[in-house]
């Protein structure tokens, strides 16, 4: 997960909006991804944007992608103790076949 | 139900003694990949697949070995576990190599 940074855990209170960040290094990606992985789980896709795109919403989460400072944020409103989880930025690769590049995942924990 | 199916969940095992872990897709999907997750480092890719009989190796592919010999599963073998095998492993697929991928639960691996 060199090339794709994320901070390693993001403290938060319940009912506050939690923004979960991440810069990636290949200008070639063509989708960025979150994933979401709870305690025993595997990932799941919470959500995707394409690369021509600047902001994705679906209901409470809200993606933003800043092409050109390859950043990327995840925003989680009204963050409830079911968010609990360690949330994965990746990014797919236009340079290399099928590959996607994961972050080292961000552990979000909720705070009554 | 769609599902990625890993087997075992948990393993086990002494270095050296061969260990094959399986992975099943339903969902008729041509692409399938195995990652390994580590404290810090994210998931890294071992191998990856992009049809029947068409593997390739990922990141990490050293002491692993993999095959497809039809659509739907793609075990990960491990010839002579060594301990710093020792790991989460998930598998994933997709429906082409351009598609979000669906990940099994994982199996947590340890080699003593």
């Known amino acids: 997960g060199e090339d794709v940074e994320q901070s390693l855990f993001l403290s938060v209170r319940e009912g506050d909006s939690s923004v979960i960040n991440c810069t990636y290094t290949d200008s070639s990606s063509t989708y960025l991804y979150w994933y979401k992985q709870e305690p025993g789980a595997g990932l799941q896709l919470l959500t995707y944007?394409?690369?021509?795109?600047d902001m994705k919403q679906d209901q409470r989460l809200t993606v933003l992608l800043n092409k050109k400072d390859k950043h990327l944020s995840l925003r989680i409103a009204d963050t409830q103790t079911g968010d609990s989880a360690i949330y994965f930025c990746?990014?797919?690769?236009?340079?290399?076949?099928?590959?996607?590049?994961f972050g080292s995942g961000t552990r979000l924990s909720i705070r009554p | 139900e769609a599902q990625v199916t890993q087997n075992p969940r948990y393993l086990i095992t002494v270095t050296g003694k061969k260990l094959t872990v399986t992975c099943s897709q339903n969902m008729n999907h041509e692409y399938m990949s195995w990652y390994r997750q580590d404290p810090g480092l994210g998931l890294r890719q071992i191998y990856y697949?992009?049809?029947?009989?068409?593997?390739d190796k990922g990141d990490v592919p050293e002491g692993y070995k993999v095959s497809r010999k039809e659509k739907r599963n793609f075990p990960l073998i491990l010839e002579s576990p060594s301990p710093n095998q020792t790991s989460l492993y998930f598998c994933a697929s997709s429906l082409n190599g351009n598609s979000p991928l669906h990940f099994g639960n994982g199996t947590r691996l340890t080699v003593t």
């Open positions: 990746a990014e797919r690769r236009d340079s290399s076949a099928s590959k996607i590049i």
């Open positions: 944007i394409f690369s021509n795109m």
């Open positions: 697949s992009m049809n029947v009989e068409v593997t």
